[in-house]
């Protein structure tokens, strides 16, 4: 049974900080692995998909690197700003070509003015 | 585009109710997925439609849940009769094969 566990919970940085959120995953036979984003009372926003053969994804200033053999994915944010305020989830997804995510509990990130 | 939609956004209902929440995933999209997400808990996979079939429902927690996707458009989930441990946050998504998942704001459901 796959777990996701990311670490930490919380984080509060001030603004212009680099950032690193962490994912741990106890199957390493995953499909891809997924981050979203999740604002207050919002839905889910997908992030970054590393597929399985991938070692990383970019965009902006957001990185995602995937370890399968060690079972660990981050999330690296550059020069932060207020507006990442957010909650952000890891997913590892073990349904194959359609979507059965496992999700950890979320990095709550407050990045302060 | 319209993303995808949920309703209702908020539901307050007594235990032993009934309560049906909807979801429209984006239109052309073959997979819907239902998720949920009680308090203090992770957002958990409840089960997955393609067009109308039900591909996987491992993760529907007990009969009392019933899942529809009439003509694989838009889906129901039905809760019947709730109880105290279903308050939680209750989120559709859809895709296409092989691409991106989009996700709903959710339909929070409390029952008091």
């Known amino acids: 049974k796959q777990e996701v566990t990311q670490i930490p919970a919380a984080l509060s940085v001030p603004e212009g900080e680099n950032l690193v959120l962490n994912c741990s995953f106890t199957?390493?036979?995953?499909?891809?692995l997924q981050w979203f984003r999740q604002d207050p009372g919002k839905g889910l926003t997908s992030l970054l998909l590393?597929?399985?053969?991938?070692r990383e994804q970019t965009s902006g200033r957001l990185n995602a690197s995937l370890d399968k053999s060690s079972g660990r994915s981050t999330l690296y944010i550059a020069a932060s700003q207020p507006g990442d305020s957010a909650t952000y989830l890891c997913?590892?997804?073990?349904?194959?070509?359609?979507?059965?995510?496992?999700f950890g509990k979320g990095t709550l990130l407050t990045v302060n003015p | 585009e319209a993303g995808v939609t949920q309703f209702p956004s908020h539901s307050v209902i007594e235990k032993g109710q009934t309560v049906t929440l909807r979801c429209d995933p984006i239109?052309?999209?073959?997979?819907l997925y239902w998720y949920r997400r009680v308090m203090g808990k992770e957002i958990k996979f409840l089960l997955h439609?393609?067009?109308?079939?039900?591909?996987?429902e491992s993760g529907m927690p007990n009969n009392r849940f019933l899942a529809e996707r009439t003509g694989g458009t838009y889906s129901t989930l039905k809760v019947q009769p709730a109880e105290l441990e279903d308050s939680g946050v209750y989120f559709c998504?859809?895709?296409?094969?092989?691409?991106?998942?989009?996700f709903g704001e959710g339909s929070w459901l409390t029952v008091v």
């Open positions: 998504a859809s895709s296409q094969t092989r691409n991106t998942i989009y």
């Open positions: 199957d390493s036979a995953i499909y891809n």
């Open positions: 590393i597929q399985s053969s991938q």
């Open positions: 997913a590892a997804n073990s349904g194959g070509s359609n979507y059965k995510l496992t």
């Open positions: 239109s052309g999209h073959d997979n």
């Open positions: 439609f393609v067009k109308e079939s039900k591909q996987d």
